[in-house]
């Protein structure tokens, strides 16, 4: 079903110490029609994040401001988010300017259209302007990947990308127990088990450096790897969400919780 593209989008920024930059993320946001609200989870700052975002928030009401007692990591900001959420379709965006807030509306396009259930942004599907960076990392992103889609069995490109688009039932309904970076494994694996239309479109990204504040290490890579065993075979379809979204085929609920691998989404890339 379509959705009309004005005020149906919640945006939800995980920020810890983005002083520098969160301003001019939300500025950006603010400035597209499809924005209902920008909910910013500040984890426990150590700077003037909270204070600039408050600062913002007396300006425009779309901005709300929720902060964690102590810091937590980027998953439980983004649990945080969701469970706050009013918006049709629900999008998390960075506080960083590693993705660009104006290609929001191409991510989002095959939602509004009908076409999508949940669509990525694949920093990988059409080289769009990239910053040259890690070599190590682009490595580990494309080998997480593809172990990712030899469980999955859906073709995707690029599952640690930043930007993920969902229509809001699937990601509020979802169960999310993982930590630090894994969502983005545990979100996948997850939706991989409903047969859900997922979708990608292509994105520019301008990374930082460990220098310009990039927080992601190694220990995260090896942590994927069990997070993909994990959510891949250890946890079934009736346990990933609170309630099972009406897309999933009859009969799928109750599939044995080592079922998940095997034909699950439709409209994956090609």
Not at 218 to 226: F, Q
Request: charged share 20%; aromatic share 10%.
């Amino acid at each position: 079903m379509a959705i009309s593209p004005r005020r149906c989008l919640s945006v939800i920024v995980p920020a810890y110490n983005e002083e520098r930059t969160i301003a001019k993320v939300l500025k950006q946001l603010l400035l597209l029609e499809a924005v209902q609200e920008v909910i910013v989870i500040d984890d426990c700052s150590r700077d003037r994040t909270a204070e600039v975002v408050q600062e913002l928030a007396g300006l425009d009401s779309r901005i709300v401001l929720l902060r964690h007692a102590r810091n937590q990591g980027k998953t439980a900001g983004l649990k945080t988010g969701f469970a706050a959420a009013r918006g049709e379709i629900i999008i998390v965006q960075d506080a960083d300017l590693e993705y660009d807030p104006s290609e929001i509306p191409a991510v989002i396009q095959p939602i509004l259209d009908g076409k999508a259930d949940v669509v990525y942004g694949s920093r990988f599907l059409i080289r769009k302007a990239a910053r040259v960076l890690y070599f190590y990392h682009y490595l580990a992103n494309k080998t997480l990947t593809f172990i990712s889609n030899l469980f999955t069995n859906i073709n995707m490109t690029d599952i640690e990308t930043g930007y993920k688009a969902f229509r809001s039932e699937y990601i509020r309904n979802m169960v999310i127990t993982s930590a630090g970076f894994g969502f983005e494994i545990e979100v996948t694996a997850k939706l991989a088990k409903l047969r859900c239309a997922i979708y990608e479109v292509p994105i520019s990204y301008y990374g930082r450096t460990y220098e310009e504040g990039k927080k992601i290490g190694m220990t995260d890579g090896i942590a994927a790897l069990w997070y993909i065993v994990k959510y891949n075979m250890f946890c079934g379809l009736a346990s990933s969400f609170v309630a099972v979204p009406s897309v999933v085929a009859p009969g799928s609920s109750t599939q044995p919780e080592s079922d998940s691998v095997g034909e699950h989404a439709r409209g994956a890339s090609a």
